[in-house]
Antibody, heavy 119, light 107 residues
Framework: EVQLLESGGGLVQPGGSLRLSCAAS????????MSWVRQAPGKGLEWVSA????????YYEDSMKGRFTISRDNSKNTLYLQMISLRAEDTAIYYC????????????WGQGTLVTVSS | DIQMTQSPSSLSASVGDRVTITCRAS??????LAWYQQKPGKVPKLLIY???TLQSGVPSRFSGSGSGTDFTLTISSLQPEDVATYYC?????????FGGGTKVEIK
């Protein structure tokens, strides 16, 4: 069974940093592209970042370039999102999601981890 | 960047009604479009990919169509368990933008 389990969320002050993790199991992690998607309270889904299975290529939503860094450790079956210079508007549930194939959407999602940026 | 616009933003329909949600891309994306269902307090669920391919396990009352810039999600006979917010998403190239969502309620 495919499982994605996020961790690392919490309360952080504006300007602070946080690293999210997503532990994957039940599939060959290194063969799938992965993404982070966030959802602010009461708002819609917002794609954050993606990384290829090898980790060689990464992609970001424009407003997060330079502040967020996606990475993965295929030996540990874990996806990461390093976030710096956090702002109040980064407050959201952060989901990791698996992209099934180049011609498909996100077929599995984690339960999410809440990031709250507040003083 | 390509923008994804959904309409309507919300709708209310009766059980058994046919419901149609529209998603428009600001530029052509071929058929690289997915639809998701998010029930209140739950994680999003993939319903349809490649614009019209039903994900395994999804009821057949859900269908998708379209190509290029205009896409639709149709629920042929609305059921109480379909109360949710529905999102489209382009996935041809980054950014993998979501539409703003359509909230579906029962009248």
């Amino acid at each position: 069974e495919v499982q994605l389990l996020e961790s690392g969320g919490g309360l952080v002050q504006p300007g602070g940093s946080l690293r999210l993790s997503c532990a994957a199991s039940g599939f060959t992690f290194s063969t799938y592209g992965m993404s982070w998607v966030r959802q602010a309270p009461g708002k819609g889904l917002e794609w954050v970042s993606a990384i290829t299975g090898s980790g060689f290529s990464t992609y970001y939503e424009d407003s997060m370039k330079g502040r967020f860094t996606i990475s993965r450790d295929n030996s540990k079956n874990t996806l990461y999102l390093q976030m710096i210079s956090l702002r109040a508007e980064d407050t959201a549930i952060y989901y990791c999601a698996r992209k099934y194939s180049i011609s498909s959407g996100f077929d599995h999602w984690g339960q999410g981890t809440l990031v709250t940026v507040s003083s | 960047d390509i923008q994804m616009t959904q309409s309507p933003s919300s709708l209310s329909a009766s059980v058994g009604d046919r419901v149609t949600i529209t998603c428009r891309a600001s530029q052509g994306i071929s058929n690289s479009l997915a639809w998701y269902q998010q029930k209140p307090g739950k994680v999003p669920k993939l319903l349809i990919y490649a614009a019209s391919t039903l994900q395994s396990g999804v009821p057949s009352r859900f269908s998708g169509s379209g190509s290029g810039t205009d896409f639709t999600l149709t629920i042929s006979s609305l059921q109480p368990e379909d109360v949710a917010t529905y999102y489209c998403q382009k996935y041809d190239n980054a950014p993998l933008t979501f539409g703003g969502g359509t909230k579906v309620e029962i009248k």
